[in-house]
């Protein structure tokens, strides 16, 4: 089974790298990169994502494997190959708060914004939305936000 965390993208690599540095010693395979959009899509917000190179990477804790302070899930990472074959994966994910239909254009494989990602995330606002994006073959994840709100449409009588 694969572990993949999920991140905002933070701003710099040093903090990409800081937070793989934490994923690969919790034993995670992976990180989707995240980018959230809000309101209009449009062209200019293809990805801006920067995956860090995997080598370098891999380079960095081959550097310092034989240290003591070295989690044992990094070593067993280590071990395993799975830094120094570069199967640390990183993928691009677009997260999309939709409250309008006129907004699941962007959600057309066609699309150049949804091109640019290897994972397209939902956050419908309404029943409506919700609806659609269920019944969409083009999403691969639909979540909620719950510090914003639970929406209406999920709660139900007993």
Not at 43 to 67: G, M, R, T, Y
Not at 131 to 150: G, R
Request: net charge negative; charged share 20%; with cysteine.
């Amino acid at each position: 089974a694969e572990y993949m965390g999920n991140y905002e993208i933070p701003e710099t690599e040093l903090d990409q790298r800081e937070i793989i540095s934490g994923l690969i010693g919790l034993g995670y395979d992976g990180v989707a990169w995240t980018q959230t959009f809000k309101g209009a899509i449009t062209p200019n917000n293809v990805s801006k994502i920067k995956l860090v190179d995997n080598e370098s990477i891999s380079a960095e804790f081959s550097s310092f494997s034989q240290s003591p302070f070295l989690s044992t899930n990094v070593s067993v990472a280590l071990k395993r190959g799975k830094l120094t074959q570069n199967r640390f994966s990183q993928m691009t994910r677009a997260n999309f708060h939709i409250n309008d239909a006129s907004q699941l254009g962007v959600l057309n494989p066609s699309h150049i914004v949804f091109q640019s990602f290897d994972l397209i995330s939902v956050i419908p606002h309404t029943e409506q939305i919700f609806q659609q994006v269920c019944e969409s073959k083009n999403i691969d994840i639909i979540t909620f936000d719950f510090a914003l709100a639970q929406p209406e449409f999920l709660i139900r009588p007993l």
